[in-house]
């Protein structure tokens, strides 16, 4: 069955609403149980009320960084419970401020071994998924710069993506990423030097390579290699690190099959390894599946062997 885990950070917001969720509940359950039925939402109220002294409902919206609404709502809810007080504000006497009863005081000092016990349970879980710093330093980038403004960058980024053929002045920048691409997660074999120093060879035996352009520069690539009898191979695909994201990697796949199909050819492989999980996500995506190998590899690399049955979006 499909869960949000499968959609990765495409639905980041959700996942992190669940598991916030998660939290809330299980800390409002515990409240319960020690006599408290206040929500754990409410608390980063009180607890700026207990550090701050008196404060108005527009001051606690800026420092919480939610909206003044939503502040309003909880803080009906906490006079509602009387553990909270309104006062006009002696300097101005059209604005209200909240701060702590004595029966706020009381629930805040009730609450403290709990809350002890709150920061040893996050530490326990932190020990081995540590976030606590990852979402301060998100929370502080989206400050910055929002998520809507990022989506729209790198949107205007794919569109400078173009695909353009081979042309044998780009030999170097072939070679230059796919023995980049090596370099990161294995080594350039024999086999890899022979193909990568002589890019015309692959155009000229009936294969064909794509590169993907980028405001000028070449920061992709991917080739179809003739292996005879009507088979295709979709081979040295490559990505710069800096400009994956751009959805380059799926441009180039999905310009190679077209390739592949416009032939009329009976076949179209490919060979990867296990480890590089999100690559082979993509070619899965693309409409490839795993399959018995025919014949040994060239490759001392690859323990993965996919043929390819159309697209499965």
Same mark, same amino acid.
């Given at each position: 069955?499909?869960?949000?885990?499968?959609?990765?950070?495409?639905?980041?917001?959700?996942?992190?609403?669940?598991?916030?969720?998660?939290?809330?509940?299980? /800390?409002?359950?515990?409240?319960?149980?020690?006599?408290?039925?206040?929500?754990?939402?409410?608390?980063?109220?009180?607890?700026? +009320?207990?550090?701050?002294?008196?404060?108005?409902?527009?001051?606690?919206?800026?420092?919480?960084?939610?909206?003044?609404?939503?502040?309003?709502?909880?803080?009906?809810?906490?006079?509602?419970? =009387?553990?909270?007080?309104?006062?006009?504000?002696?300097?101005? *006497?059209?604005?209200?401020?909240?701060? +702590?009863?004595?029966?706020?005081?009381?629930?805040?000092?009730?609450?403290?071994?709990?809350?002890?016990?709150?920061?040893?349970?996050?530490?326990?879980?932190?020990?081995?998924?540590?976030?606590?710093?990852?979402?301060?330093?998100?929370?502080?980038?989206?400050?910055?710069?929002?998520?809507?403004?990022?989506?729209?960058?790198?949107?205007?980024?794919?569109?400078?993506?173009?695909?353009?053929?081979?042309?044998?002045?780009?030999?170097? *920048?072939?070679?230059?990423?796919?023995?980049?691409?090596?370099?990161?997660?294995?080594?350039?074999?024999?086999?890899?030097?022979?193909?990568?120093?002589?890019?015309?060879?692959?155009?000229?035996?009936?294969?064909?390579?794509?590169?993907?352009?980028?405001?000028?520069?070449? /920061?992709?690539?991917?080739?179809?290699?003739?292996?005879?009898?009507?088979?295709?191979? +979709?081979?040295?695909?490559?990505?710069?690190?800096?400009?994956?994201?751009?959805?380059?990697?799926?441009?180039?796949?999905?310009? +190679?099959?077209?390739?592949?199909?416009?032939?009329?050819? =009976?076949?179209?492989?490919?060979?990867?390894?296990?480890?590089?999980?999100?690559?082979?996500?993509?070619?899965?995506?693309?409409?490839?599946?795993?399959?018995?190998?025919?014949?040994?590899?060239?490759?001392?690399?690859?323990?993965?062997?996919?043929?390819? /049955?159309?697209?499965?979006?």
């Amino acid at each position: 069955m499909t869960s949000l885990h499968d959609y990765g950070s495409l639905l980041l917001g959700s996942r992190l609403r669940k598991v916030s969720e998660s939290l809330y509940a299980g /800390v409002d359950e515990v409240y319960r149980s020690a006599g408290v039925d206040l929500p754990s939402r409410c608390f980063p109220i009180l607890f700026l +009320l207990r550090d701050h002294g008196r404060l108005g409902i527009s001051e606690l919206a800026q420092r919480l960084g939610q909206t003044h609404p939503a502040v309003s709502q909880m803080s009906r809810k906490l006079l509602r419970h =009387r553990v909270v007080r309104e006062s006009l504000d002696p300097r101005d *006497d059209r604005r209200r401020l909240l701060s +702590l009863s004595p029966r706020g005081r009381s629930v805040m000092a009730r609450l403290e071994p709990v809350w002890k016990a709150i920061v040893a349970a996050v530490g326990d879980l932190e020990a081995d998924h540590p976030v606590s710093q990852h979402l301060t330093a998100m929370d502080q980038a989206l400050d910055t710069r929002g998520f809507a403004a990022r989506i729209r960058t790198r949107l205007e980024d794919a569109a400078a993506v173009a695909i353009i053929p081979f042309e044998p002045r780009y030999a170097a *920048d072939f070679k230059r990423l796919n023995i980049e691409w090596l370099e990161k997660y294995f080594r350039a074999e024999p086999i890899d030097e022979q193909v990568l120093s002589k890019p015309l060879r692959i155009v000229r035996s009936g294969g064909a390579i794509f590169l993907a352009r980028y405001r000028g520069a070449i /920061v992709g690539t991917g080739a179809l290699l003739h292996a005879g009898n009507g088979r295709y191979e +979709l081979s040295k695909m490559a990505v710069t690190p800096g400009h994956q994201g751009l959805g380059i990697g799926r441009k180039l796949i999905e310009a +190679l099959i077209a390739q592949y199909r416009s032939r009329g050819a =009976r076949e179209l492989f490919l060979e990867s390894n296990s480890k590089l999980t999100p690559a082979i996500t993509l070619y899965e995506s693309a409409g490839f599946v795993r399959a018995s190998r025919p014949e040994p590899s060239h490759y001392e690399r690859s323990d993965v062997y996919m043929l390819y /049955v159309g697209d499965k979006r």
